[in-house]
């Protein structure tokens, strides 16, 4: 599905990613962790387009996407979501979906004409029933709460209708009961089918709990790989980020 080929990129003389391999398989649901300044952040903005690699590749469906701009990696088949949400924040949760869904058609203007596209309006509403977002067809985005505007950024990229869904700490900033029904949304969407789901988090209760597989990046390389024991226990991801094995297991 997703793979990236030996990812390089400096900013000056600062390596943020250095030769970073992983292959994301279809339909998996995996985590991305590390200490801060691990590169993450980076390693998504390449994925996604908004930087571009020194050197490396990154192939979706065994089409080298690589360099692509953000727009066309997104027709392709990447959707994002950010840790701070990037919303319409004067636009209602529906309009924002329906422009979403108009602007590749180059139909952004008929988003507030007295007929709007029908299918795009079925589409918006699919996605805010997927995300429990219906009941806020109508709110602002900007009134939503921090949760809702988490919410709504995710459908921004699900409502084009993504094969790789990449989730920038779904649950930053959360509290409590939003925690959890985000987790929960996050768990649901993957295990429907049909989307293949990368998170960065640093919530390792999370991680450990839905994550199949698990790469750990420190100092932008590749630490570790493998699944929640196997990373829970391996020594290297302990010295430098879990901490103790007692806190690893906590």
């Given at each position: 599905?997703?793979?990236i ?25 995996s ?12 390693f ?15 192939i979706?469906?065994?089409e ?8 066309e ?11 701070v ?13 329906r ?9 952004s203007?008929?988003?507030?004409g ?7 309006r ?5 996605v805010m ?8 067809a ?6 939503l ?9 995710m459908?921004?990229?699900?409502v084009?209708?993504?094969?790789v869904?990449?989730l ?9 009961e939003?925690?959890e029904?985000?987790?929960?949304t996050?768990y649901?969407?993957w295990?429907?089918?049909g989307?293949?789901v990368?998170l ?10 839905i994550s ?9 390389k590749?630490?570790?790989?493998g699944n ?7 020594p290297?991801?302990i010295?430098?980020?879990?901490g103790t094995p ?5």
């Amino acid at each position: 599905m997703l793979k990236i080929e030996h990812l390089n990129k400096s900013f000056g003389g600062v390596v943020a990613t250095s030769d970073v391999s992983i292959h994301f398989k279809t339909e998996s649901l995996s985590a991305v962790i590390g200490p801060n300044g691990a590169g993450k952040t980076t390693f998504f903005n390449l994925i996604s387009g908004a930087l571009i690699p020194d050197s490396g590749r990154i192939i979706l469906d065994g089409e080298d996407i690589t360099g692509q701009a953000s727009s066309e990696i997104v027709r392709k088949g990447i959707g994002r979501a950010f840790q701070v949400a990037k919303l319409f924040k004067t636009l209602t949760v529906e309009e924002s979906l329906r422009g979403a869904l108009m602007s590749p058609l180059g139909k952004s203007a008929q988003m507030y004409g007295r007929f709007p596209l029908q299918q795009t309006r079925d589409r918006a509403y699919e996605v805010m029933e997927q995300l429990g977002l219906h009941t806020k067809a109508n709110v602002v985005s900007g009134n939503l709460s921090h949760g809702d505007q988490k919410l709504l950024d995710m459908a921004l990229a699900l409502v084009l209708r993504p094969k790789v869904l990449l989730l920038d700490e779904p649950v930053a900033g959360m509290g409590p009961e939003e925690r959890e029904q985000m987790i929960e949304t996050v768990y649901s969407l993957w295990k429907k089918g049909g989307l293949t789901v990368v998170l960065i988090e640093h919530d390792m209760e999370i991680v450990f709990r839905i994550s199949q597989h698990i790469h750990v990046l420190s100092y932008g390389k590749v630490l570790a790989e493998g699944n929640a024991e196997e990373i829970r226990n391996n020594p290297a991801v302990i010295e430098a980020y879990l901490g103790t094995p007692r806190e690893a297991h906590a």
